[in-house]
Nanobody
Framework: QVQLVESGGDLVQPGGSLRLSCAAS????????IAWFRQAPGKEREGALC????????YYTNSVKGRFTVSRDNAKNTVYLQMNSLKPEDTADYYC???????????????RGQGTQVTVSS
C-alpha cells in the first residue's frame, strides 16, 4: 500500500522546537520531491517548503525561512521537518506530500499524508 504517514506533532511552547517525520511505505521516497503543507484553523492550506530529489529546499512561505528546515533520510525512507523558534501562528495541521515536481499547490501531489497536529501555545 502506497502511503505517507506524518508523526511528531505535539503541543509546544512558543520559542520551542519540534521535529516532524514523514515516513513512506509502498514506494521509494528518493524518487520524489517532498513538500510540507500546513492548514491553520479556519484558514486555507498553504505550502511551507519542499525538498527536491537532489536535496534542494524551496520555500513557499516566507514566515518559515530561517526557522524551518527539511531533510531526507533515504535509507529510512523518511523526510523530516525541523521547526525551531515556533510561534503561535505556526499552529496548524501539517501534511507531507510526494510528487514529481516541487510546486506550492497541494492538489498537484499524487501521494499525500493524513497530517499531524502542531499546537504552539503557552
Amino acid at each position: 500500500q502506497v502511503q505517507l504517514v506524518e508523526s511528531g506533532g505535539d503541543l509546544v511552547q512558543p520559542g520551542g522546537s519540534l521535529r516532524l517525520s514523514c515516513a513512506a511505505s509502498g514506494f521509494t521516497l528518493d524518487d520524489y520531491n517532498i513538500a510540507w503543507f500546513r492548514q491553520a484553523p479556519g484558514k486555507e492550506r498553504e505550502g511551507a517548503l519542499c525538498i527536491t530529489k537532489s536535496g534542494l529546499t524551496l520555500y513557499y512561505t516566507n514566515s518559515v525561512k530561517g526557522r524551518f528546515t527539511v531533510s531526507r533520510d533515504n535509507a529510512k525512507n523518511t523526510v523530516y521537518l525541523q521547526m525551531n523558534s515556533l510561534k503561535p501562528e505556526d499552529t496548524a495541521d501539517y501534511y507531507c506530500a510526494a510528487g514529481p515536481v516541487c510546486v506550492g499547490f497541494y492538489d498537484r501531489y499524487n501521494i499525500r499524508g493524513q497530517g499531524t497536529q502542531v499546537t504552539v501555545s503557552s
